[in-house]
C-alpha cells in the first residue's frame, strides 16, 4: 500500500482543481435587490431565515411601530417654519390622547371646540395647508417643509398654515371650512410600512366642508426621498391646485393629467385640423 495521496480531481476546463463556489448555483433573485427595498432573497440558515435578516426585521418593524406612536415635535416644527417665512397656527382633533386617536378615528376627524374657535377666517377664498401628524409623526417633521418651500419655489402661497395633532385626513377639511378656504391641503404622515416609516401623503380638497368624503379629495402619496421625491411631488400637487381652482372641482371629477404631454402651439393646431 502506497503512502501516497492521489492527485486531486481537475477542471478540463481550466485545469484546475474544482471549487465549492463552482458547484453553487448562482441566487437569481440576489441581483433584483438593488431594485426594490422589498424582501427578496433573503437566503436561509437550514431551515430559517439568516439571523442578519431577523434582526433587520426586527429593526423595520421597531421603527414603524415607532412612527405610529411618537408625538410630533410642534414647538420644532413651529420655529423651523416660522424661520422659512411660513407663519403657522396650531390645532388639534377631539382625539385627547395617542391611545384614544389610534382606538376612536372618528374623533381624529373632528376639532376640539377650543381649535375650531381660533380658526375662524384667515383664508378666506384662498388656499389653507395643513400639516398634521397622521399616522407617522416623522413623515411631517422630515418632509413637510421641504415640501413647502418647494411648492412656493413652485408658485404656490398658502393664505394660512396650520399645524395639527392627532389628526386624521378628514380634520383638514374642517379646517379648511371654518378658515374659509376655497381650498385645503393636508400634508400628513401616512400609515408606515416595513419600508417606509417616514411616508407623508398630501390631500386636497376644493371647497372644503365637514361633510366632504374621500371620494372628493385628490392624493398624492408616499412622499419621502426613497420613494417620489419632493421635487415631483411638488410639481405634481401644484398642478393639481391650479387645476382644482379653474375646474371648481377636486377628488374623482379631477383626474391627474399632470404627467400627459400638452401639444401647444402649431402641434395644437395640426390636431384640431385633422
Given at each position: 500500500m502506497s503512502g501516497t495521496l492521489p492527485d486531486p480531481p481537475v477542471d478540463p476546463a481550466t485545469g484546475e482543481p474544482p471549487t465549492h463556489a463552482s458547484s453553487t448555483p448562482a441566487d437569481p433573485w440576489a441581483a433584483l435587490?438593488?431594485?426594490?427595498?422589498?424582501?427578496?432573497?433573503?437566503?436561509?440558515?437550514?431551515?430559517?431565515?439568516?439571523?442578519?435578516?431577523?434582526?433587520?426585521?426586527?429593526?423595520?418593524?421597531a421603527a414603524a411601530r415607532d412612527a405610529v406612536h411618537l408625538p410630533l415635535d410642534v414647538e420644532a416644527l413651529l420655529a423651523a417654519l416660522r424661520a422659512h417665512g411660513f407663519e403657522a397656527t396650531t390645532a388639534t382633533s377631539r382625539a385627547s390622547s395617542r391611545t384614544e386617536y389610534l382606538t376612536r378615528p372618528d374623533l381624529g376627524r373632528r376639532l376640539a371646540p377650543a381649535a375650531a374657535d381660533a380658526l375662524q377666517g384667515g383664508a378666506e377664498g384662498g388656499l389653507c395647508i395643513v400639516v398634521a401628524d397622521g399616522l407617522s409623526a416623522i413623515a411631517a417633521q422630515r418632509h413637510a417643509l421641504p415640501l413647502l418651500a418647494t411648492l412656493r419655489e413652485a408658485g404656490v402661497v398658502a393664505d394660512r398654515v396650520v399645524v395639527a395633532t392627532q389628526a386624521r385626513v378628514a380634520l383638514g377639511?374642517?379646517?379648511?371650512?371654518?378658515t374659509g378656504a376655497a381650498l385645503v391641503l393636508v400634508l400628513i404622515g401616512e400609515r408606515p410600512g416595513l419600508s417606509s416609516p417616514d411616508s407623508l401623503g398630501a390631500y386636497l380638497t376644493w371647497q372644503p366642508a365637514a361633510s366632504r368624503v374621500d371620494s372628493e379629495r385628490n392624493c398624492v402619496s408616499n412622499i419621502r426621498p426613497e420613494g417620489l421625491a419632493i421635487a415631483d411631488a411638488a410639481a405634481r400637487i401644484a398642478w393639481l391646485l391650479r387645476e382644482a381652482r379653474r375646474r371648481?372641482?377636486?377628488?374623482?371629477?379631477?383626474?391627474?393629467?399632470?404627467?400627459?404631454?400638452?401639444?401647444?402651439?402649431?402641434?395644437?393646431?395640426?390636431?384640431?385640423?385633422?
Open positions: 435587490r438593488r431594485h426594490t427595498p422589498a424582501r427578496i432573497s433573503l437566503g436561509r440558515a437550514g431551515t430559517s431565515l439568516p439571523t442578519s435578516e431577523v434582526l433587520r426585521f426586527a429593526a423595520a418593524h377639511d374642517a379646517i379648511g371650512e371654518r371648481r372641482v377636486s377628488g374623482i371629477g379631477l383626474k391627474d393629467d399632470s404627467e400627459v404631454p400638452r401639444l401647444g402651439g402649431d402641434g395644437d393646431r395640426a390636431l384640431a385640423a385633422t
